[in-house]
């Protein structure tokens, strides 16, 4: 990955919906170049998609809780299972397995207060191996979903 890919990267960060057109013309190349290294970003892996960003507050979804998780046991089936069961819960926005503890951080988005109630008591608190889950209300995002910063090499 050169300069010119990294340029790139943090356009497409900045704008996703870019022509490649635009995009050739923001890192200086021609427009065939330029969808070339594109194409070879998103074979690489270094670009992993496209999507929008959405305001969950305008979805009804404004309500946003950090829930550490913490194990009862910490075998791999257990592990396994509890995953693939946090994967099919919808509210959950965003899930990290850590080190240390808690086991878990989970980001979760529901309508209020009595959703996500009923999410912990009825999905949450269920999954397996759930020893202990600690919740906290987010009062406000400071930093979201900041472009990564593109280093140079």
């Known amino acids: 990955m050169d300069a010119t890919d990294r340029k790139i990267l943090a356009e ?7 022509t ?4 050739a013309q923001r890192v200086s190349l021609s427009v065939a170049p330029c969808h070339r290294r594109l194409r070879e970003l998103e074979r690489s892996g270094a670009i ?8 969950p507050a305008a979805i009804g979804l404004g309500f946003e ?5 913490t194990m009862e046991r910490e075998d791999a089936a257990t ?8 994967a099919e819960v919808p509210e959950i926005h965003h899930a990290e397995r850590l080190f240390g503890d808690p086991d878990y951080l989970i980001r979760v988005a529901t309508a209020d207060l009595a959703a996500y109630q009923a999410l912990r008591d009825e999905k949450l608190a269920t999954l397996p191996g759930v020893q202990r889950l600690t919740s906290t209300i987010v009062m406000k995002r400071v930093v979201d979903n900041r472009p990564f910063p593109v280093p140079a090499p």
Not at 65 to 69: E, G, S
């Open 20 to 23: 490649v057109t635009e995009l």
């Open 48 to 55: 992993r998609g496209y999507r929008a960003v959405i305001d």
């Open 79 to 86: 592990i396994a299972s509890f995953e693939r069961s946090l």
């Open 65 to 69: 809780v950090l829930v550490h998780v």
């Open 12 to 18: 497409l960060q900045a704008a996703g919906r870019l």
